[in-house]
């Protein structure tokens, strides 16, 4: 039932003073978090950060990683752990498990989404545009004879897709806080036109996550939704300073130009990992996944825990990802 423990942060506050000083402002949380960046970013994840250039079409996109990779640049790797984050997430949601792989030199790549964290925005995101440029960034980074996917959320649905079209070997897909593998409400006209809406004026959506949602700091719905366990407060502290900064256009551009998963491979084991309090993904929605004729799937539900296993569930997960990679 532990939770990850953060290193101190690039501050030098002690984890437990960082806590102190934020409590009972949730009012003020929002400009509280961005005027002290430091207490959210530390060394370890700092020292492995590099930003890489990719092409797509006639221009060139910056992608934020995080990696180990640098002594594999000139030889091949036997395997890849690839981490995928979800819809207006970022690489350290999966900084527990890029922890253990820096500690036991597994060669592992985490990236933030175009339009997220720091990488650069699109001006559409379609999401051929999306997947070519996770392939091309990670036939860039290494050499690597088979590789494991870990997707968490829209991130498992673009791993699915990413190991269709990758020219390496896929070992495994791990999927985290997964969606079903249909959206009917993307395809509702309705629907489309209030995106549409919002694609060219983000600043309504903005003006409700500010005003609405990020106003009840620890209490809003990126956190609540993420975290069902009590306690671990710096964490969600970390989380919320992240939250705040996601790009309302990038979020409703990633709904515009989404694409079915047309094609499960199935040559590859498909392992899923859900949180029974998960409100965004209902494991109940697993059915469809379940039910793929030809595919390996496995099923774990962590008890008591939310969307975001990883950060929620940290010990649980992260031995049932050791014992499918």
């Known amino acids: 039932m532990a939770f990850y423990q953060y290193p101190v942060p690039l501050s030098g506050t002690s984890i437990e003073n960082i806590v102190s000083k934020y409590a009972g402002h949730p009012d003020k949380l929002?400009?509280?978090?961005?005027?002290?960046?430091?207490?959210?970013?530390?060394?370890?994840?700092?020292?492995?950060?590099?930003?890489?250039?990719?092409?797509?079409?006639?221009?060139?996109?910056?992608?934020?990683?995080?990696?180990?990779?640098?002594?594999?640049?000139?030889?091949?790797?036997?395997?890849?752990?690839?981490?995928?984050?979800?819809?207006?997430?970022?690489?350290?949601?999966?900084?527990?498990?890029?922890?253990?792989?820096?500690?036991?030199?597994?060669?592992?790549?985490?990236?933030?989404?175009?339009?997220?964290?720091?990488?650069?925005?699109l001006d559409q995101y379609n999401m051929g545009d999306v997947i070519s440029l996770i392939c091309e960034l990670v036939h860039k980074m290494c050499q690597c004879k088979t590789i494991s996917?870990?997707?968490?959320?829209?991130?498992?649905?673009?791993?699915?897709?990413?190991?269709?079209?990758?020219?390496?070997?896929?070992?495994?897909?791990?999927?985290?806080?997964?969606?079903?593998?249909?959206?009917?409400?993307?395809?509702?006209?309705?629907?489309?036109?209030?995106?549409?809406?919002?694609?060219?004026h983000p600043g309504i959506f903005d003006f409700y996550r500010v005003r609405f949602d990020q106003s009840k700091g620890l209490k809003s719905s990126g956190i609540v939704k993420f975290y069902y366990r009590a306690g671990?407060?710096?964490?969600?502290?970390?989380?919320?300073?992240?939250?705040?900064?996601?790009?309302s256009k990038s979020l409703v551009g990633y709904f515009l130009g989404w694409q079915e998963v047309s094609n499960v491979p199935n040559a590859t084991?498909?392992?899923l990992i859900h949180g029974d309090k998960d409100t965004i993904c209902a494991v109940e929605k697993l059915a469809q996944w379940r039910t793929l004729e030809g595919v390996t799937v496995t099923v774990d539900v962590i008890t008591d825990c939310s969307h975001n296993c990883l950060l929620d569930a940290t010990e649980e997960t992260l031995e049932l990802i050791m014992k499918y990679t």
């Open 232 to 247: 671990n407060t710096y964490g969600k502290l970390y989380q919320y300073y992240r939250n705040i900064q996601i790009k």
């Open 269 to 271: 084991p498909i392992h």
């Open 149 to 200: 996917i870990i997707g968490h959320s829209m991130g498992a649905l673009l791993s699915v897709q990413v190991a269709n079209t990758i020219s390496v070997k896929c070992h495994g897909l791990i999927l985290i806080g997964t969606p079903p593998l249909q959206n009917k409400a993307l395809k509702n006209p309705f629907v489309r036109l209030l995106l549409k809406l919002l694609w060219y």
């Open 30 to 121: 929002n400009e509280l978090v961005l005027s002290n960046a430091k207490d959210f970013h530390n060394e370890l994840i700092e020292s492995h950060l590099e930003m890489v250039h990719l092409p797509l079409r006639d221009i060139e996109i910056r992608i934020q990683t995080c990696h180990n990779l640098g002594s594999y640049k000139s030889k091949s790797v036997d395997k890849l752990v690839l981490m995928i984050h979800g819809l207006g997430g970022n690489l350290t949601h999966y900084e527990p498990l890029i922890s253990k792989y820096v500690h036991d030199h597994t060669p592992f790549l985490a990236f933030d989404l175009p339009g997220f964290g720091d990488s650069d925005e």
